[in-house]
């Protein structure tokens, strides 16, 4: 596609249960990034990914969240036993590579735990 | 660790006025720097940004910022703002080489009156 989709694009869940969230990055694109943007923290940096490596994980709020890149393409954000500080829309990026790149943003999961 | 503050949290303005929204950062060394837009109900998208070179940066829209490196600001101007601006606007820096994760700052919403 033109564009960095994400799946899916609402997702509302029960306290305690596990999420996936899906994002695919532009046709190229090596560098993939998750950030949170929630309505007392802003936007925040979870996880990026050069390749299928993560290089740095320092991001991710919990160890009930983990990410995985395959094939150097598709990435999914688990969030294991969901609590409700965990709503907030999810927002993937990728960019051509990592340093002195554009990252262009997908439109996010809005993910609303209750 | 950098830090991004934008003073500005809200924004009214009449239709042909201009704009200036503030941006300061905390960081020593070099930063790349961004502003993203982001309009009702649609994903983040680059207005400009900020490399190297002049340090007054022209983007889309008749947007422009200008980097003054003593002030460690980069603050986004616009001389007559239309209605059609009406978003939220975040100012972002990363650093070279360290994986090009962006910080942002807490965004200021813009509202243009007709």
């Known amino acids: 596609g033109a564009g960095v989709s994400q799946s899916p694009s609402n997702k509302v869940t029960e306290k305690g249960k596990d999420v996936e969230l899906r994002c695919d990055p532009i046709?190229?694109?090596?560098?993939l990034y998750w950030y949170r943007q929630s309505l007392g923290q802003g936007l925040e940096f979870l996880i990026y990914?050069?390749?299928?490596?993560?290089?740095?994980k320092s991001g991710l709020p919990s160890d009930r969240f983990s990410a995985e890149r395959t094939g150097g393409s598709v990435s999914t954000l688990t969030i294991q036993r969901t609590q409700q500080e965990d709503s907030a829309v999810y927002l993937c990026?990728?960019?051509?590579?990592?340093?002195?790149?554009?990252?262009?943003f997908g439109p996010g999961t809005r993910l609303l735990v209750l | 660790a950098q830090s991004v503050s934008q003073h500005n949290h809200h924004v009214i303005l009449s239709e042909a006025a201009s704009l200036e929204l503030g941006c300061n950062y905390s960081y020593g060394g070099t930063v790349n720097l961004f502003w993203y837009v982001q309009y009702p109900g649609q994903h983040l998208q680059l207005l400009l940004k900020y490399f190297s070179g002049d340090p007054l940066v022209k983007g889309i829209k008749g947007f422009e910022a200008e980097f003054i490196k003593s002030k460690f600001s980069f603050n986004l101007r616009k001389p007559s703002v239309q209605w059609s601006d009406t978003a939220e606007y975040f100012c972002?820096?990363?650093?070279?080489?360290?994986?090009?994760?962006?910080?942002f700052g807490g965004g200021t919403r813009l509202m243009v009156k007709p």
């Open positions: 990026a990728s960019s051509l590579a990592l340093d002195q790149e554009t990252q262009y």
């Open positions: 046709s190229g694109h090596t560098a």
């Open positions: 990914f050069q390749g299928n490596s993560a290089p740095d």
């Open positions: 972002a820096v990363n650093t070279p080489n360290a994986g090009n994760m962006l910080t």
